[in-house]
């Protein structure tokens, strides 16, 4: 770390991350989430931040402190996350969206505790919006860049779900490999295009996955620039 030379190819440019899980709340004590630890978010708000960029991190509830030099926006629910990434989206050059984002909310979350029943209960979901996707139908000139955990047909699903939001790639891992994915210090992703390309990159921390990823990105930007 120490010896890498400062690299500051960012400067001008805004980059908004979205980091974290999102909270759905069925009634005031109680939450529909996941074990997003926002580690990977952070580092590439870090990165981005390090080298020059103007940087807002739109983060769901993680046990991390806020970075120094970048603007935190804490978010709860997706519906949250949303307002606040596509507000900061607007003039932004590059969006990462490494947000755990819950797919489905309370079709009807209570005001109140519900007491418990004896029985089964059924909730009522119904889908969040799929931010990703209304940024890619909005790109104007942006980056966009997605995150995708799967457990089975990687490449090919992460591929399908580029090319359905408009996303210029997507970084795809598994939560089966040791010591990545959620809550590790490192990642082993594989870079997927919308065009079904692919590079697996190795076993790295998850700030040398976000020094790649932002790499990459300026290369989609200077080639969208042409
Ligand atoms: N994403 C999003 N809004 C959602 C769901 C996902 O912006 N409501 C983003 C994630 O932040 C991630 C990418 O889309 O960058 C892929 O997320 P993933 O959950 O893999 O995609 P889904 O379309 O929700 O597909 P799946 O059915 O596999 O969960
Ligand atoms: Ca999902």
Do not use: C
């Not at 402190?65 to 003039?91: K, N, T, Y």
């Not at 009807?108 to 089964?120: F, L, P, R, T």
């Amino acid at each position: 770390e120490l010896l890498r030379p400062a690299v500051r190819d960012l400067v001008g440019l805004k980059v908004v991350v979205s980091a974290g899980p999102t909270r759905e709340y069925l009634d005031p004590v109680r939450f529909i989430s996941n074990p997003s630890s926002g580690k990977m978010g952070f580092a590439v708000a870090e990165e981005a931040r390090s080298r020059g960029a103007d940087v807002t991190l739109v983060t769901g509830p993680v046990t991390l402190s806020d970075p120094p030099g970048l603007r935190v926006v804490p978010i709860g629910s997706a519906l949250e996350l949303r307002g606040a990434v596509i507000a900061a989206a607007q003039d932004a050059d590059i969006v990462v969206m490494t947000a755990a984002v819950a797919d489905y909310r309370a079709a009807q979350a209570s005001g109140e505790k519900q007491a418990k029943v004896a029985g089964d209960v059924t909730v009522q979901l119904t889908p969040n919006p799929d931010i990703l996707a209304e940024l890619g139908q909005q790109r104007g000139g942006r980056v966009l860049v997605g995150f995708a955990m799967e457990t089975h047909a990687g490449v090919e699903r992460a591929a399908a779900k580029a090319a359905r939001k408009n996303a210029d790639f997507i970084l795809l891992n598994y939560p089966t490999r040791e010591g990545t994915a959620f809550g590790g210090d490192d990642n082993q992703v594989t870079l997927v295009r919308p065009d079904g390309s692919s590079e697996d990159w190795p076993r790295l921390s998850k700030r040398e996955v976000a020094r790649r990823l932002l790499d990459e990105a300026l290369r989609v930007r200077a080639r969208q620039a042409e």
